[in-house]
């Protein structure tokens, strides 16, 4: 990672546009050469997934498969698979500053569809797909497993009304394949568009300086691709059910503690192979992004094991998990990574010694370091270390103000004497100033805490479902002195892009 540098976190599902939802196209494009402008490094965004029941990123039909809600028409529409007249006469939703998942999803498959039939009724298409199903080699069980799922309605795997094709059957996956051979070429299609669009993004964001750091979610969804086709990497029941499942335990946050839902991976399983899963799921993560923030990063020491059947995390335990040994695998096979470890949460020495063992950067919570006034927590800016990535706070925290709004008047009082904020001026500006001024090699701010939004912006509140992951910035949100005040304290800070600086 570059010292001295700085990004900004802005799920691609946020960015403003007319389709109801942040997608690839001119916005993205703006936002880059807003990065640019300000001297930044750094683009970090949400996992690229697929989203499923609740709209959440860390919830997927695939650990690979792109969401395809972020295709862009306007370039669909450049690249002579569509015209404006098949979507200008639509609207996507009456609230430009929120997602509605349930009326994009409706909307936009008709669209995509017609897409579709053009890029297949011609040659160029045809040959490039072709091409596109030789280097994507989990193209067709994910387009398979789409297409099988539609035609139940859409139920989870395990529900499925043929407990045959469930359990892969060759016979009945045949018949099937046969039946519905339209609708899988229609997802490996819309799975192309995504992989040449956000492609394309990319190069462009990197030849003008800005890295991608992604995001990898530490579990898949036990209704995945991954939990059809590879049933002997996770602890299932002969119906292909999670034996168990992740999640955190009680804390000082939730009695109840958190219950994911993700089936827990047979570790043992894993190992035999030398981890070659994880192998190829991290080589294809950087395929697509320049650095990689793994999520979770404590359920490699040790990860809650709940019972399969269980309503709330409390009667979970413990369990080892698979330790260095995974990230030598990963190393002897890719070479040294750029990895970002997510090591927030309950951290103990296990996950501590795995941390070091690794040599990944660890993330640092500003918010997080004000809860003790007496200037002992670990995510206070005096007891962090050059080799750290530090946010005021994440996709899963509150925006600095509503976080303000929530803390008593002492927390606040300390708060506002550490990082010396001035009279009159914003919390959020003044908690980023000290965000920025820490000795953290990699500083990332939330784009909401950039435009100083109200806590109704946050992005995700961890546990629920519903009403999450819906934020979207406004085109006229981002003004020159949201701007200027980030190019200054970049450079304040020492942490401008010297990428452009030779490049100027």
């Not at 690979?64 to 690249?79: C, E, P, S, W, Y």
């Amino acid at each position: 990672m570059e010292k001295r540098a700085s990004g900004v976190l802005m799920h691609i599902t946020s960015l403003p546009g007319q389709f109801g939802v942040g997608t690839f196209g001119k916005s993205a494009y703006d936002f880059v050469d807003f990065l640019v402008e300000t001297d930044q490094s750094y683009w970090q965004i949400l996992p690229l997934t697929t989203t499923s029941y609740g709209d959440s990123p860390y919830q997927s039909f695939s650990a690979v498969a792109g969401n395809t809600h972020l295709i862009d028409f306007d370039l669909l529409v450049k690249a002579g698979y569509l015209k404006k007249s098949d979507f200008d006469y639509l609207t996507f939703g009456d609230n430009p500053e929120a997602v509605d998942y349930a009326l994009i999803y409706e909307r936009r498959r008709p669209i995509l569809e017609k897409a579709v039939a053009n890029f297949l009724a011609s040659a160029e298409g045809k040959k490039a797909l072709a091409k596109f199903e030789k280097e994507a080699d989990w193209l067709t069980d994910f387009a398979e497993f789409m297409a099988f799922k539609e035609h139940f309605d859409n139920k989870a795997l395990q529900d499925w009304d043929d407990k045959a094709l469930i359990n892969r059957d060759s016979k009945v996956l045949a018949a099937y394949r046969k039946e519905l051979k339209d609708v899988i070429a229609y997802h490996k299609v819309t799975q192309y568009f995504f992989f040449d669009q956000w492609l394309a993004l990319k190069d462009y964001a990197n030849a003008h300086g800005i890295e991608i750091i992604g995001d990898m979610p530490i579990y898949v969804s036990a209704d995945s691709v991954e939990v059809w086709t590879m049933p002997e990497l996770f602890k299932l029941d002969a119906a292909k059910k999670p034996k168990f499942i992740a999640g955190c335990p009680p804390d000082g946050f939730s009695e109840d503690g958190q219950l994911w839902g993700n089936p827990i991976y047979d570790w043992k399983a894993h190992a035999a192979s030398n981890f070659a899963w994880w192998v190829y799921r991290i080589r294809e993560g950087f395929k697509i992004y320049d650095l990689l923030r793994i999520d979770h990063f404590k359920g490699f020491s040790d990860f809650w094991e709940i019972p399969g059947g269980d309503d709330t995390a409390k009667n979970g335990k413990w369990q080892p998990g698979p330790g260095k040994a995974l990230f030598d695998a990963v190393k002897a096979e890719l070479g040294e990574l750029p990895i970002i470890a997510e090591n927030l949460g309950y951290i103990d020495e296990k996950a501590e010694q795995l941390l070091a063992d690794t040599a990944f950067p660890g993330m640092k919570i500003l918010e997080f370091g004000f809860y003790d006034t007496e200037g002992k927590s670990i995510d206070i800016p005096h007891n962090y270390i050059a080799d750290s990535v530090a946010y005021a706070g994440t996709h899963d925290n509150e925006v600095i103000n509503g976080w303000y709004e929530n803390l008593t008047e002492e927390q606040q009082a300390f708060a506002n004497a550490y990082i010396r904020r001035q009279e009159n001026e914003p919390i959020s500006e003044a908690m980023l100033r000290a965000l920025f001024a820490s000795v953290s090699d990699v500083t990332i701010v939330c784009m909401q805490d950039l435009l100083d939004k109200p806590a109704e912006t946050r992005m995700n509140m961890p546990n629920t479902v519903g009403g999450n992951w819906q934020w979207r910035m406004l085109s006229t949100d981002l003004t020159a002195d949201r701007k200027a005040f980030l190019k200054e304290i970049t450079s304040l800070y020492a942490r401008k892009n010297t990428f452009k600086a030779q490049d100027k």
